[in-house]
Each structure stands twice: as structure tokens, then as C-alpha cells.
């Protein structure tokens, strides 16, 4: 098994207004983070859900993720925690 750490984001009720100003920083920090090999994949919850799932390659860099995130501190997550996440190799 490989372990990847997913960051589970728990977005405020107004999460749509409340982002927008800070959209694009959270967005390159999203990138700046997948080219350093840091994070694997990103995305809102498709169910309608006010929340977000983000998973890295290390625990650490999802552990840290929030305190650079303009998500975080602006608002827009009311909650967040890392849970690891145990893969199954399939090739």
C-alpha cells in the first residue's frame, strides 16, 4: 500500500461569496504545491456538499497546506482535517 493524506476541507454555508476574493492565491498555491510533487489531485465536492478534498504525498504537506491557505484564513473553511488515506497499487 502506498499512503497518501487527504486534507478534507469544511466549507462555510456562504463558501460561494466568500471565496471569490481569494480564489485565484488559493488556486496558485494548489499549483505551486502539485509542481513540487506535494499534491496529487484537488476538488470541490460534486453533491453539492460545502466542502473540499485535497490529497498529498506526505502527511506533512498536508498538515501545512491550511496555515498558507487563503481558504483558511479568510473564512471559507470552518473545519479541516488529514485523514490517511491507504492506496491499493494497480499496475
Known amino acids: 500500500m502506498t499512503p497518501l493524506y487527504m486534507l478534507i476541507y469544511d466549507y462555510v454555508d456562504d463558501y460561494l461569496e466568500r471565496r471569490e476574493p481569494v480564489r485565484p492565491e488559493h488556486i496558485a498555491l494548489i499549483r505551486e504545491q502539485y509542481a513540487a510533487g506535494l499534491l496529487t489531485q ?3 465536492f460534486g453533491d453539492g456538499a460545502p466542502g473540499a478534498v485535497i490529497v498529498f504525498t506526505t502527511e506533512a504537506a498536508a498538515i501545512a497546506f491550511p496555515g498558507r491557505d487563503p481558504y483558511v484564513s479568510s473564512g471559507v ?3 479541516w482535517r488529514v485523514r490517511q ?3 491499493v497499487p494497480l499496475g
Open 42 to 44: 484537488a476538488g470541490a
Open 85 to 87: 488515506w491507504n492506496t
Open 77 to 79: 473553511v470552518s473545519d
